[in-house]
């Protein structure tokens, strides 16, 4: 017996005569929070207005703690929904802007007023109260947002791109406080991002789309240790990434010479899985970035551009200087072709 919580099944979404997610197989466990995560246009968020029921399938199944709700409308399928743009009211206070959902219920004013305190405490926002939301910081309105959602019990929450909007601070901030708050209440999260720091840091697991279907489905680990296509390489910062001949690296610029010959037909390599300033062959540097605890090298070579970081403590080769680097098959990536 399958333990999802949520399934979808042959699920296929289309806009008019454009199908953007054709026979989608998804398996959602209960608590688990799981990110959807691609580049624009790949289905993610097409998927998670599916699953609230903002677009209605053209084919399979959605089914929501073993209920088939791919029919019921979105008010009754017992799903939260976090957006972008934080959807506050204005006028409100954070209080009322969380009770909101709760007076639509005409529950009695006693549990309005318990389920919103706990709401706004377990975010963080007891005090907060009678602010309203432009006496607030973006940080602190999506902590509202979050709690709004909270209070109605859902069985599923979904988070659309909720961290987009804020600085660099406090979208740290709010993936620690995301984390805290689905681990407390045991919530079923489905978090849709196109930024793969936010998926590794806040996922159970990850579900990389690409062009309406899974590309590849695992552990944060798993995708950034062990990525199975090229394309997911890529997205998860393979930045080097070759077609292998015999022993050789090829590009359309040229070749370069292994120490052995590899199992897979393409390789690839992280910027710091790149050896820098030893090694057998010879490049120049394009472009050097100072990055903190490492520099960020761009090096001209027979393959063309080469990404990798060497660390601060190596002394700096300066623009246009010959520069030696290796790519051990030891620190390669094998993909399929």
């Excluded at 799981?34 to 289905?43: Q, R, V």
């Excluded at 007891?126 to 509202?144: C, D, I, L």
């Excluded at 010479?257 to 390599?269: G, T, V």
Aim: aromatic share 6%; glycine share 8%.
């Amino acid at each position: 017996m399958s333990d999802a919580f949520v399934q979808l099944s042959d699920l296929t979404l289309s806009y008019g005569k454009s199908v953007a997610v054709p026979n989608l197989d998804l398996s959602i466990r209960e608590g688990e929070l799981i990110a959807l995560l691609g580049p624009s246009g790949c289905g993610k968020t097409t998927t998670m207005r599916a699953i609230a029921g903002l677009l209605s399938p053209t084919g399979g199944t959605i089914t929501i703690d073993g209920r088939d709700v791919t029919r019921v409308p979105a008010n009754k399928r017992g799903i939260g929904l976090v957006f972008q743009s934080y959807a506050l009211f204005p006028h409100l206070t954070a209080f009322e802007n969380v009770a909101f959902g709760l007076r639509l219920q005409k529950l009695p004013e006693a549990e309005i007023k318990q389920r919103t305190e706990e709401g706004l405490a377990t975010v963080g926002l007891t005090g907060f109260e009678k602010r309203k939301p432009a006496e607030m910081s973006g940080g602190q309105q999506q902590r509202v947002a979050l709690a709004r959602s909270l209070v109605m019990r859902p069985k599923v929450l979904l988070l659309d791109e909720p961290l987009s909007n804020l600085d660099a601070r406090l979208r740290l901030e709010m993936r620690t406080e995301l984390q805290r708050v689905q681990k407390e209440t045991g919530i079923t999260m489905v978090f849709v991002t196109h930024d793969q720091a936010e998926a590794l840091a806040l996922a159970d697991r990850i579900v990389l789309m690409k062009d309406g279907k899974i590309e590849q489905l695992g552990t944060p680990a798993d995708l950034y240790a062990r990525p199975e296509t090229a394309f997911a390489a890529e997205f998860m910062g393979f930045e080097n990434i070759f077609k292998v001949e015999g022993e050789e690296i090829v590009t359309t610029s040229g070749r370069l010479p292994l120490e052995a010959r590899p199992e897979s037909p393409i390789l690839a390599w992280r910027p710091d899985a790149v050896t820098v300033g030893s090694g057998p062959h010879e490049g120049r540097v394009a472009a050097c970035s100072f990055a903190g605890a490492h520099r960020e090298y761009v090096i001209d070579s027979a393959l063309g551009p080469i990404k990798a970081d060497a660390a601060i403590t190596l002394p700096e080769v300066p623009l246009g200087e010959a520069i030696r680097f290796d790519l051990p098959l030891a620190t390669a990536r094998g993909l399929a072709a």
